[in-house]
């Protein structure tokens, strides 16, 4: 990843490019595509394209980024929520069933069936 980020810097786009993609290939079978690291070098390609003024294809890829972790905070959000309301409000509180319910809403839509459907029942 350093000799990536060194070769971009630079300017040698092309090969920092390919190095990119291959680390990006070990760290999304590794570690997942929802995991930081491979946000991170995802980060640097849609760079290096736009360095490249490949404008289209790095727009695309900061857009898919950018969703990544606004679905991954929000659902951290939620289950930080429902910690706090749940020690101080009570599980059974109409607010906390809410947030609950909310974040299996969430769960599902991910296709977290399995997760979703013990919330769901909680509720």
């Given at each position: 990843n350093n000799l990536a980020f060194?070769?971009?810097e630079q300017g040698k786009y092309e090969e920092s490019l390919k190095l990119f993609e291959q680390i990006l290939k070990v760290q999304q079978s590794t570690l997942g595509s929802q995991h930081p690291s491979s946000l991170s070098?995802?980060?640097n390609l849609a760079s290096i394209l736009q360095h490249q003024g490949k404008y289209e294809e790095s727009l695309k890829l900061f857009e898919q980024i950018l969703?990544?972790?606004q679905s991954t905070l929000g659902l951290?959000?939620?289950?930080?929520v429902l910690k706090v309301q749940q020690s101080s409000l009570g599980s059974q509180h109409p607010s906390t069933l809410t947030t609950q319910y909310n974040l299996a809403?969430?769960?599902q839509h991910q296709g977290k069936y399995e997760e979703?459907?013990?919330l769901f029942e909680q509720v």
């Amino acid at each position: 990843n350093n000799l990536a980020f060194v070769l971009k810097e630079q300017g040698k786009y092309e090969e920092s490019l390919k190095l990119f993609e291959q680390i990006l290939k070990v760290q999304q079978s590794t570690l997942g595509s929802q995991h930081p690291s491979s946000l991170s070098t995802q980060h640097n390609l849609a760079s290096i394209l736009q360095h490249q003024g490949k404008y289209e294809e790095s727009l695309k890829l900061f857009e898919q980024i950018l969703k990544v972790q606004q679905s991954t905070l929000g659902l951290k959000l939620f289950e930080q929520v429902l910690k706090v309301q749940q020690s101080s409000l009570g599980s059974q509180h109409p607010s906390t069933l809410t947030t609950q319910y909310n974040l299996a809403s969430i769960l599902q839509h991910q296709g977290k069936y399995e997760e979703s459907s013990k919330l769901f029942e909680q509720v």
